[in-house]
């Protein structure tokens, strides 16, 4: 146990010199709310992709094995035949909040003067447009809607304007149907939408499931969407899932967001980078300063041990030291980390557009209590291991050398 007595010497003993310790405690600071805001962003960052990539995948994705594992010789070769039933079937379970079908397919789309390749995919609109709330940026018109007489699509922005396709205009889409015939089906345009992905927005068109089923003469679909009530019951729910169709292969959101797995790996590596390089500039200043402080007390040390005084006792006293000032400063730092939180929360700032996106993202600073113990903690035992092993050698050297010191 560490008595109020010797911890009381420690503080004190730091106050001789104000401005070294000062110093010493603003850069214990810096490092600790530089790591704190670093790891914070990183959180949130990781925190939007997971519920970015949830949202528009499901927190599972139900389908064939061959559906993830092989290329299609023919649109939907892998899809599901009895699509509605397992529906059902999900629906029943008390964790599930909507499932979502999908027909992916492609081909080409025309305005009768020019054709393209289309990426499409077939939804289920007002289930699609509820669950998953504003996911499009509609810059015209209006979003799809179920029950329309005529098939309607979305474009992207980039296809619309490549296309001259306004809200209104007919254009005539071309696709393989399962049995690798051709098929065209005049469409109308009900809105044009932009993901923030450029290259995305040139190829990429929404119809409804009817309209896409009808083009490629089947009625299978992709794959189901799952959405659940919290992302925490994800991997519960894949096993029972995945337990109760064997055929099926359940895979979580995790297994395509590979986005997110790249942005995570990185940001890792950086912020594990910048944490070490934050730590070792913290080490160099505390051993300075202690080694100064130790330096100036060499012979005060001397006097201590004459009178009885035992090294491990002066280590612990310099230990504490060191404790003090990195306590001091990670305390400081972990204040200024959650004021520039509320700060953001207060003020929003927006962050450029990823390379690739043509849209920012508000800057978050994410406030996580585990981290800022695990970085306070880690702060001050670089400190006290730092004070400790500067000041071993001089609680150590023989009285009458120290006594002598000059």
Same mark, same amino acid.
């Given at each position: 146990?560490?008595?109020?007595?010797?911890?009381?010497?420690?503080?004190?003993?730091?106050?001789?010199?104000?401005?070294?310790?000062?110093?010493?405690?603003?850069?214990?600071?810096?490092?600790?709310?530089?790591?704190?805001?670093?790891?914070?962003?990183?959180?949130?960052?990781?925190?939007?992709?997971?519920?970015?990539?949830?949202?528009?995948?499901?927190?599972?994705?139900?389908?064939?094995?061959?559906?993830?594992?092989?290329?299609?010789?023919?649109?939907?070769?892998?899809?599901?035949?009895?699509?509605?039933?397992?529906?059902?079937?999900?629906?029943?379970?008390?964790?599930?909040?909507?499932?979502?079908?999908?027909?992916?397919?492609?081909? =080409?789309?025309?305005?009768?003067?020019?054709?393209?390749?289309?990426?499409?995919?077939?939804?289920?609109?007002?289930?699609?447009?509820?669950?998953?709330?504003?996911?499009?940026?509609?810059?015209?018109?209006?979003?799809?809607?179920?029950?329309?007489?005529?098939?309607?699509?979305?474009?992207?922005?980039?296809?619309?304007?490549?296309?001259?396709?306004?809200?209104?205009?007919?254009?005539?889409?071309?696709?393989?149907?399962?049995?690798?015939?051709?098929?065209?089906?005049?469409?109308?345009?009900?809105?044009?939408?932009?993901?923030?992905?450029?290259?995305?927005?040139?190829?990429?068109?929404?119809?409804?499931?009817?309209?896409?089923?009808?083009?490629?003469?089947?009625?299978?679909?992709?794959? =189901?969407?799952?959405?659940?009530?919290?992302?925490?019951?994800?991997?519960?729910?894949?096993?029972?899932?995945?337990?109760?169709?064997?055929?099926?292969?359940?895979?979580?959101?995790?297994?395509?967001?590979?986005?997110?797995?790249?942005?995570?790996?990185?940001?890792?590596? $950086?912020?594990?980078?910048?944490?070490? $390089?934050?730590?070792?500039?913290?080490?160099?200043?505390?051993?300075?300063?202690?080694?100064?402080?130790?330096?100036?007390?060499?012979?005060?040390?001397?006097?201590?041990?004459?009178?009885?005084?035992?090294?491990?006792?002066?280590?612990?006293?310099?230990?504490?030291?060191?404790?003090?000032?990195?306590?001091?400063?990670?305390?400081?730092?972990?204040?200024?980390?959650?004021?520039?939180?509320?700060?953001?929360?207060?003020?929003?700032?927006?962050?450029?557009?990823?390379?690739?996106?043509?849209?920012?993202?508000?800057?978050?600073?994410?406030?996580?209590?585990?981290?800022?113990?695990?970085?306070? =903690?880690?702060?001050?035992?670089?400190?006290?291991?730092?004070?400790?092993?500067?000041?071993?050698?001089?609680?150590?050297?023989?009285?009458?050398?120290?006594?002598?010191?000059?």
């Amino acid at each position: 146990m560490i008595s109020t007595m010797w911890l009381k010497f420690a503080w004190q003993n730091t106050l001789r010199n104000r401005r070294r310790s000062l110093v010493t405690v603003s850069i214990a600071a810096l490092g600790t709310a530089a790591i704190l805001v670093a790891g914070g962003f990183a959180l949130s960052t990781y925190q939007g992709l997971s519920e970015m990539a949830a949202r528009s995948t499901g927190h599972l994705i139900i389908g064939k094995p061959d559906q993830f594992n092989k290329d299609e010789d023919t649109p939907l070769q892998h899809g599901l035949d009895n699509a509605q039933e397992l529906r059902s079937q999900l629906l029943a379970d008390p964790q599930v909040r909507q499932v979502l079908p999908r027909v992916e397919f492609s081909g =080409l789309i025309s305005n009768g003067e020019k054709s393209t390749v289309m990426m499409a995919a077939g939804i289920d609109p007002d289930s699609e447009f509820a669950v998953k709330g504003p996911f499009l940026t509609v810059t015209a018109g209006e979003v799809l809607s179920s029950g329309s007489k005529d098939p309607e699509v979305m474009l992207g922005e980039g296809l619309a304007k490549s296309l001259k396709a306004i809200p209104g205009s007919s254009l005539t889409l071309l696709a393989s149907t399962t049995e690798g015939a051709l098929n065209a089906m005049d469409v109308r345009v009900k809105g044009v939408f932009s993901t923030g992905v450029p290259d995305l927005d040139k190829r990429f068109i929404y119809t409804d499931i009817a309209t896409a089923q009808k083009l490629l003469n089947t009625q299978r679909v992709s794959t =189901l969407g799952v959405f659940l009530a919290r992302m925490e019951m994800t991997d519960a729910a894949r096993q029972r899932f995945a337990a109760a169709n064997p055929t099926l292969t359940v895979q979580t959101w995790l297994d395509q967001a590979f986005f997110y797995k790249s942005v995570k790996d990185l940001y890792n590596r $950086i912020f594990g980078a910048l944490g070490m $390089i934050i730590g070792l500039i913290v080490v160099f200043v505390v051993t300075n300063a202690m080694a100064m402080a130790i330096i100036e007390r060499t012979r005060e040390i001397g006097t201590l041990r004459a009178l009885g005084t035992l090294p491990s006792q002066l280590l612990r006293t310099l230990g504490l030291e060191g404790m003090v000032l990195g306590g001091v400063g990670a305390i400081s730092g972990a204040m200024v980390a959650i004021a520039v939180t509320v700060f953001l929360l207060i003020v929003p700032m927006e962050m450029p557009p990823p390379p690739g996106q043509s849209k920012g993202y508000p800057l978050i600073i994410s406030f996580d209590l585990t981290m800022y113990l695990a970085t306070m =903690l880690t702060m001050v035992t670089l400190t006290v291991l730092a004070s400790v092993w500067v000041a071993r050698k001089t609680v150590n050297m023989p009285v009458v050398d120290a006594l002598a010191h000059t």
